[in-house]
């Protein structure tokens, strides 16, 4: 594993496991919308990414990023790995921070931002060479959005998870690989439109139906 990554998922999983055991850090660095846009705490747009429900949060999200990073530093490097992470996981989090704009005691926690634009952008370059669990790699991300869309229209109570973070982070990871990698990423637009498909139903329901506010 590149060491870049393995660094990221270490710090990510200690700072998560001192999290779920220390409540005062849990809360000062989790994703709130009064904190961000009342008290200016910008912070928390990257910290919340190194929060985790539980651990199996943790390992899954983990897991997937795991999976997709070897296409991403190989198209992309070091470098690129870090743009895509990041800024997935930023512009997630903003989106997040706009859909929920009206409800300020709003909070979630999680890098599924991050790690959906690193999915997003891993099938536009190699949507077939990747494989988890015997499925191919874009079919997974087509469950994995299809499932965090369904929790985030359905939420639970217990539920503090950043689904709604899913639809920033990929449309910043597909934008990135299609600008810098345009001819290979239109190749596999079939790919990319299927795996869109639940977060096109997303935005309908946000955006046209306002089912969100």
């Not at 009064?34 to 705490?41: F, P």
């Not at 747009?45 to 990073?69: G, K, V």
């Not at 637009?189 to 869109?196: C, K, N």
């Amino acid at each position: 594993m590149n060491s870049i990554v393995l660094v990221i998922i270490g710090i990510t999983c200690i700072v998560s496991y001192l999290g779920l055991n220390n409540i005062r850090m849990f809360e000062k660095y989790k994703f709130n919308v009064s904190a961000i846009t009342g008290r200016k705490e910008y912070f928390r747009l990257i910290s919340s990414a190194f929060l985790h429900a539980d651990f199996m949060h943790l390992f899954f999200n983990m897991l997937s990023l795991y999976f997709f990073q070897g296409a991403i530093i190989s198209f992309f490097g070091n470098v690129g790995f870090l743009i895509i992470y990041f800024g997935s996981m930023i512009l997630g989090n903003l989106f997040s921070l706009l859909i929920y704009k009206n409800q300020p005691w709003y909070s979630a926690i999680g890098a599924s931002g991050a790690v959906s634009g690193v999915i997003f952008a891993s099938i536009a370059m190699a949507p077939n060479e990747i494989s988890i669990n015997f499925l191919p790699g874009w079919l997974f991300g087509t469950l994995y959005f299809g499932y965090s869309v369904y929790m985030m229209l359905n939420p639970k109570q217990w539920d503090n998870l950043g689904h709604s973070a899913h639809l920033g982070g990929a449309f910043f990871g597909l934008v990135y690989s299609i600008v810098m990698h345009p001819d290979l990423a239109m190749s596999n637009i079939l790919y990319l439109g299927v795996m869109a498909l639940p977060l096109a139903y997303l935005s309908y329901q946000i955006f046209i139906k306002k089912k969100i506010r």
